[in-house]
């Protein structure tokens, strides 16, 4: 390891400083960053701004045991702009809050800067502000980030229709299995601190819980197609619970085909592993932020062979409520269940 500098050594406009100097500004609506009492943004005319916030807490929302700092900090701008993406905007902007626990060092702060400097570059978000804090505890991290979309075209949970097509995008379950496959090895770990976790195995499921993508690729996509989804959400509590949001939103039923759902080889075989329904991984399995957006029936052709979005069911009138239907033809009312984070 290199050298560790405590934070008191910097002081907070140090650490401050030392921050600004990693960042890069892309965005064209960014008029003012850091260093002054606030950021000044100017979008351009005829667009409307989208906001979202997200905190995540040590030992509530990651695990520095198995998680390291620089996927934190990726992980929480992702998290921030799948919400913009769930809005079809674009995002531009985010303001970072940090509360930091004193036995951080200046150089594991800069590790969480690194990996949101990343993902600021892959979605070209600027960071332009933030507060930075001591904390009696661990660390946490506030996020909010800002984003444009033309006036009138945001998407909300509330427009599906009956009829509709349901459709995610992606691959549904990995980040719940990666998580047990991380807490599986941190407890072998804690047993035996010689035990050497052998992760390489189950990349695929330990990537998708510890830098999961925002999916603003799919809008881009979307865009170019000429579709407009008539309502969307992003994954992050699970296939059922985000169905039912966007159900109660927009007054509609759903029905979702069982056989229908995605799901990756490497995801399926880890559920065989830890002996858990990959349907049931598929539907409650959280953080996978994935999208799952409605578009008219009329878009059926456009979007049925699409590599990143698989048609899993469509909307129905209420009083039909939102079933699962399964292979056999059986429909059972979808159940918000969730596997809570750890
Ligand atoms: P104030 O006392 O007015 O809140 P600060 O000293 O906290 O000012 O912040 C100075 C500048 O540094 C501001 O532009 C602020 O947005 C930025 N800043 C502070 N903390 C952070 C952080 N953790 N990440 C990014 N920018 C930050
Ligand atoms: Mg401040």
């Known amino acids: ?141 506030s996020v909010t980030v800002l984003g444009q979309v033309a006036q009138g075209q945001a998407v909300r949970r509330s427009g599906a229709q009956a009829n509709d097509l349901l459709c995610v995008t992606g691959d549904l379950g990995g980040a719940l299995l990666g998580l047990q496959v991380l807490e599986r090895e941190k407890q072998a770990w804690q047993a035996d601190p010689e035990f050497q976790p052998e992760l390489e195995k189950y990349s695929y499921v330990v990537q998708r819980q510890l830098r999961p993508e925002a999916r603003m690729d799919v809008i881009y996509e979307l865009r170019e197609l000429g579709i407009m989804p008539t309502s969307m959400i992003d994954i992050s509590d699970g296939l059922a619970s985000e169905t039912l949001h966007l159900c109660q939103a927009s007054g509609v039923g759903a029905r979702v085909f069982t056989e229908n759902l995605p799901i990756a080889n490497p995801t399926l075989e880890v559920a065989e592993e830890f002996s858990l329904d990959p349907i049931m991984c598929m539907l409650n399995g959280g953080e996978d932020y994935e999208l799952l957006f409605t578009v008219p029936l009329a878009d059926h052709d456009k979007i049925k062979n699409h590599p990143d979005i698989t048609i899993i069911g469509h909307m129905v009138p209420q009083s039909e409520g939102a079933n699962l239907i399964t292979k056999a033809g059986q429909a059972v009312p979808l159940r918000a269940q969730g596997f809570k984070h750890f």
């Open 1 to 141: 390891m290199s050298s560790v500098t405590p934070l008191n050594a910097l002081g907070e406009f140090g650490l401050i400083n030392r921050l600004q100097q990693t960042i890069t500004l892309r965005q064209p609506s960014t008029t003012l960053g850091i260093g002054d009492d606030a950021a000044i943004l100017s979008p351009a005319a005829g667009q409307d701004t989208v906001i979202s916030t997200d905190l995540l807490v040590e030992g509530v929302h990651f695990d520095l045991t198995f998680c390291p700092l620089k996927h934190v900090g990726y992980k929480a701008v992702a998290v921030n702009v799948s919400d913009v993406a769930a809005m079809n905007a674009t995002p531009t902007q985010i303001v970072v809050g940090i509360a930091v626990g004193a036995r951080y060092s200046v150089e594991a702060i800069e590790e969480l800067y690194e990996g949101m400097r990343l993902a600021c570059e892959a979605y070209n978000v600027d960071l332009v502000g933030g507060d930075t804090t001591a904390s009696r505890g661990g660390l946490t991290i």
